[in-house]
């Protein structure tokens, strides 16, 4: 393109004017759109049509079926943080399952619309039939919350193996078995949820803890492997660590201890413990949880879009992982042994 001024010489052949080139800066920025030529559209006939129709009842039906709330399975929900869960889920509109050993207990739940079904997690007939029945009506359990837990433990020397074997029963390979018969479901959806009730034991070991801070040690390993296992078929996996809960839990536990010797080797020291557990679970101490905490933040779990891998309940679970890696092992033996005196050897 060039540009023309009153000097430059006409030709009469071309009937125009030889121009100089045009510098850049002459050039005026006009915008031209290209004429757009309406294309034809073909008319759809009756079988384009029903294509088109069962898309749109498709999509519909996907859609609803994603938004509908997913069956939720807890188990352990005869008291304390199972039934207090169960009831959070149920409130909150999720069709909740709730489970124990013996459904007797489980009336105040059934009233509330919680379904109740029989489920002991040491009982591989039990675990099928349970798992069964709520994918008999759901299709599948979208929602699985590992609650169930068995407590107790005393100094590793006087420890029954068999309390051991009992504990890890429950707290782990009942819990291990639970989360493999509800999976194959969750992958055929590409959803779903597990929930895990770990604890505060499973970040600082208290003395005289074990076996039960052995099993929520191991659930912290299981939940790291098996949130990383099953994230490509969008099946997501939270821990809870809840600190002290004021429950109905720690009276249980105290029914599976060892029976201690009074001339025993670690008498004194236990009675000790159990000073500190009282004062720690005391009305009105501080920081000591309650049911409903717990299942609060289970509920934030479940429903969060992306749900955290760990959620620590309460100022115990926060602090004491904290204090024990600044103190280190030293330190923190030397301050344990301050809060739980060990008297010297006879």
Not at 171 to 194: D, T
Request: proline share 7%; aromatic share 4%; charged share 25%.
């Amino acid at each position: 393109m060039s540009v023309c001024s009153p000097t430059d010489r006409y030709d009469d052949r071309r009937a125009t004017f030889l121009c100089r080139p045009a510098a850049r800066a002459d050039l005026p920025r006009v915008r031209t759109r290209r004429a757009s030529t309406p294309r034809p559209r073909a008319a759809l006939d009756g079988a384009q049509l029903e294509v088109i129709a069962i898309h749109i009842v498709n999509d519909y039906h996907i859609a609803r079926r994603r938004l509908a709330p997913e069956a939720v399975l807890v188990t352990g929900c005869s008291s304390g943080i199972g039934r207090a869960t169960a009831l959070a889920l149920a409130r909150a509109g999720f069709p909740v399952w709730a489970s124990a050993r013996h459904t007797a207990h489980l009336c105040e739940l059934k009233q509330a619309g919680c379904r109740v079904v029989e489920l002991d997690v040491t009982d591989e007939q039990s675990r099928v039939a349970a798992v069964r029945e709520v994918e008999a009506e759901h299709g599948l359990v979208g929602v699985l919350v590992n609650n169930a837990g068995h407590g107790g433990g005393g100094p590793v020397e006087e420890v029954p193996m068999d309390l051991v074997r009992e504990i890890f029963d429950t707290n782990v390979f009942g819990l291990i078995r639970m989360c493999q018969l509800v999976l194959p479901g969750m992958r055929a959806q590409r959803s779903g949820m597990i929930v895990n009730l770990g604890s505060a034991a499973g970040l600082v070991t208290p003395p005289t803890g074990c076996p039960y801070a052995m099993t929520k040690y191991a659930l912290e390993s299981l939940c790291d492997a098996l949130r990383l296992e099953v994230a490509p078929f969008g099946i997501r996996v939270a821990l809870i660590e809840p600190g002290a809960v004021r429950t109905r839990f720690l009276a249980n536990s105290e029914r599976h201890k060892p029976e201690n010797d009074a001339d025993g080797p670690y008498a004194v020291y236990q009675a000790n413990v159990e000073k500190m557990i009282v004062r720690a679970h005391r009305d009105g101490a501080r920081g000591v949880l309650t049911a409903d905490d717990v299942a609060k933040v289970i509920l934030t779990a479940v429903t969060a879009r992306r749900p955290k891998a760990r959620y620590k309940v309460g100022p115990q679970a926060r602090l004491a992982p904290v204090a024990r890696h600044l103190l280190g092992d030293r330190g923190w033996d030397a301050f344990m042994r301050r809060v739980v005196p060990f008297p010297s050897p006879r």
